[in-house]
């Protein structure tokens, strides 16, 4: 039965954001939320984006940027352009609904999560950096005017201590580290994909039991590379990731290129000609995937050095067993990852003898690309 008093909520101030929010707001309606949708933007967010986000959300809300302009705090947050997330703050003005879970837009839902509605507000897991902090990642909430005005007047009052809302957030609700535990929400429900690596033992105990993981830190799941027809993300070069990393990112893409992109590329055709899209790798040509955005593709010579090792030898690597819950991810992490090569790669190596002869380049593949340039 859908629950219409209750919604999870999200945000995204400009295109960039819109690709994670529709991927947010995808995986919970692939998980059957009984819960409604709703998705806060600015004016920034472009007319094909709002049509987008409009087929997947129930509710799409337009509000007022709010920018702490703190850049001082958010120097040593490194991380300048999260001014802008005080704007979160509306979600406290959505009184249509009697509970609310705010979801950053960087967050991918693996499971259904419903049973969050049964918790009050401030509810939210630890910040793996500062654990006596929460993550405003995902908190549960309870919309409210004199809320949202009152938070309002401390920002105004006191700022925040990293210049963004996860310490305006944590100031206001000061007592979340030490008066209910039932306000804790267990990690797996805000698991920040760039840390299990540095917790590996934990992970691989625990993880199997993920239920949302979140993409935090300054590289995000758009910014990567991706081959459509493998299905593999496509590493930069310039971090290493851990292999549960990686079977997160590839998940992400996966519901990326299977679900959002044909919406996109649908209601890109029925919105004006000459909006373009922020990010040249996330165009409505799935061949284009593979370029990257310019921020990344630049550092990224054609090699088969950057793709990508093997995921995991076996999902028991990285979870101590499985379960439906995340069967899903671990299928992820057992797929073969083949290399990656540009043309002009692959008929080197061709050239140099390092002929793949049982897989691509098997006789029967060979005849079929023949088969095509004589059609
Ligand atoms: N956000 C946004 N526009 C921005 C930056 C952030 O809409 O320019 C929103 C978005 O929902 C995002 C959240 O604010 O997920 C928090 O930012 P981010 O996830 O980048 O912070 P992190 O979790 O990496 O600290
Ligand atoms: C955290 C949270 C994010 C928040 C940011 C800035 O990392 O994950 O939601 O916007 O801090 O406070
Ligand atoms: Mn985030």
């Not at 979160?88 to 009184?95: E, F, G, S």
């Not at 507000?121 to 630890?126: H, N, Q």
């Not at 549960?140 to 210049?163: I, M, W």
């Not at 105990?205 to 590289?219: C, E, M, T």
Request: glycine share 4%; net charge negative.
């Amino acid at each position: 039965m859908p629950v219409t008093d209750q919604a999870f909520v999200t945000l995204a101030t400009n295109d960039v954001y819109c690709h994670g929010a529709l991927v947010l707001g995808q995986s919970l309606r692939n998980h059957k939320t009984s819960r409604r949708l709703a998705v806060l933007i600015t004016s920034q967010v472009s007319s094909a984006m709002r049509a987008a986000l409009n087929t997947i959300f129930d509710t799409v809300v337009d509000v007022n940027e709010i920018d702490s302009n703190d850049s001082m705090h958010l120097a040593l947050l490194e991380r300048l352009e999260l001014g802008v997330t005080f704007t979160k703050l509306h979600c406290w003005t959505l009184t249509q609904y009697s509970k609310c879970v705010f979801m950053d837009a960087d967050t991918l839902v693996l499971c259904n999560i419903d049973e969050l509605f049964d918790r009050e507000e401030l509810s939210a897991a630890p910040d793996s950096g500062w654990p006596d902090c929460f993550n405003s990642g995902v908190f549960v909430f309870k919309p409210s005017l004199k809320t949202y005005n009152l938070l309002l007047q401390f920002a105004n009052e006191h700022g925040s201590f990293d210049g963004a809302d996860q310490g305006l957030l944590n100031s206001f609700f000061n007592n979340w580290a030490t008066t209910d535990i039932n306000k804790h929400l267990p990690f797996l429900y805000n698991l920040s994909s760039s840390v299990v690596y540095t917790y590996a033992p934990a992970f691989q105990y625990f993880g199997k039991d993920a239920k949302v993981v979140h993409f935090l830190g300054p590289s995000k799941p758009w910014n990567y590379k991706y081959n459509p027809q493998t299905r593999t993300v496509i590493e930069d070069g310039s971090s290493s990731l851990s292999n549960s990393q990686l079977c997160f990112l590839q998940l992400w893409w996966t519901t990326y290129s299977s679900d959002v992109l044909p919406l996109l590329e649908k209601t890109q055709e029925s919105s004006e000609p000459q909006i373009q899209r922020e990010e040249p790798n996330l165009s409505g040509d799935e061949s284009k995937l593979e370029r990257g955005n310019p921020a990344t593709s630049s550092s990224l010579p054609a090699n088969e050095e950057h793709v990508s090792e093997t995921v995991a030898n076996s999902p028991d690597e990285l979870f101590a067993k499985k379960d439906d819950v995340t069967s899903s991810v671990s299928e992820l992490c057992i797929q073969p990852n083949p290399e990656v090569l540009s043309a002009e790669d692959e008929r080197r190596k061709w050239e140099e003898g390092h002929i793949d002869y049982l897989g691509k380049d098997a006789f029967e593949n060979i005849k079929k690309k023949l088969d095509s340039f004589l059609l």
